[in-house]
C-alpha cells in the first residue's frame, strides 16, 4: 500500500515569506555574526521585491496584502545590525 504524507509549505508565516521574497530580490541581508536582518537601502531591490510579491503572492493573500507584509517588514528592521558595534 502506497502511503501518502501531506507536506508542510516550506514557508509557514507572512513574516517568513516576507524575508524569503526581500532576501531573494537582494533588498535585505542577514548579520553574519548576530543574524539580524538588515535593509540594504537599495531601491531597486525594494522595487524587485514588490514585484515579487505583487504577481506571487502566498496562496490565499491579495496582491495589496502581500506588498503590505514586505513594507511592515522593511519598516520593522534597520541598516545596521543592533549587536554590532559602530563603525568609526
Not at 548579520?31 to 510579491?53: F, S, V
Not at 496582491?63 to 514586505?70: K, N, R
Request: proline fraction near 9%; include cysteine; glycine fraction near 6%.
Amino acid at each position: 500500500m502506497l502511503m501518502t504524507k501531506e507536506r508542510r509549505p516550506a514557508i509557514r508565516t507572512m513574516r517568513g515569506w516576507a524575508i524569503s521574497v526581500l532576501q531573494e530580490a537582494g533588498a535585505i541581508r542577514e548579520c553574519e555574526e548576530h543574524g539580524w536582518m538588515q535593509d540594504r537601502t537599495d531601491p531597486h531591490a525594494r522595487e524587485r521585491a514588490l514585484d515579487i510579491a505583487r504577481q506571487d503572492p502566498p496562496p490565499g493573500v491579495s496582491s495589496d496584502e502581500a506588498a503590505a507584509e514586505l513594507r511592515d517588514f522593511l519598516d520593522s528592521i534597520g541598516v545596521t545590525c543592533p549587536e554590532c558595534p559602530p563603525e568609526d
